[in-house]
């Protein structure tokens, strides 16, 4: 007897697109891996003035089908409904800058706000994680020009690749369907 396929929706009905800006050896593959299997539906790499990171031409270009590769690996072991985006690496300011009717955060230690005191994204979050160096004042002054509001996880600084796991954990068990 041939057995029925019932599809089984697991993909989080809270729209996220991390903003992630590129970190040094393996921790930016960790935070695509990471980010697939807790629910991200897209990924930006982004280059900060800090980033450590200096990728062009070629090589660029294969450091972005490799992350495609990982966001693939991801989505089948976690088994999801489909594989998020990753999209080609960008600047900063083209990414801030970039429309979305989504709620928009950057991660800040100092911040006033915490995920907690955020209103209910009916329209997705994009959230913004910085370099390992973290953002300069100008990066920072820009954030809250284009209307980003400024979140903190807690009181301890974490790691880039650590800060977003936690954030994207965070809004999934506040928003999403984290421990449904």
Excluded: Y
């Excluded at 089948?76 to 998020?84: A, D, I, K, L, T």
């Excluded at 979140?151 to 690749?161: A, H, K, N, S």
């Amino acid at each position: 007897m041939p057995q029925e396929l019932i599809p089984h929706d697991v993909e989080s009905p809270l729209k996220i697109h991390l903003g992630q800006c590129v970190s040094r050896g393996d921790k930016m593959d960790f935070t695509i891996q990471k980010s697939v299997e807790l629910g991200i539906t897209e990924i930006t790499p982004i280059f900060s003035q800090r980033c450590g990171v200096k990728l062009m031409g070629d090589r660029l270009e294969k450091k972005h089908q490799q992350w495609q590769k990982i966001a693939i690996a991801a989505a089948e072991q976690s088994g999801r409904n489909f594989v998020p985006i990753i999209h080609p690496p960008v600047d900063l300011k083209q990414w801030l800058a970039q429309q979305t009717n989504a709620i928009k955060l950057t991660l800040h230690p100092r911040a006033e706000h915490s995920i907690k005191t955020i209103t209910v994204p009916k329209d997705g979050v994009r959230f913004l994680v910085g370099p390992e160096g973290g953002f300069t004042d100008d990066e920072m002054a820009l954030t809250k020009q284009l209307e980003f509001v400024d979140i903190r996880l807690g009181p301890r600084v974490l790691r880039t690749e650590t800060a977003a796991l936690t954030v994207l954990s965070a809004l999934q068990l506040q928003f999403g369907d984290l421990a449904n």
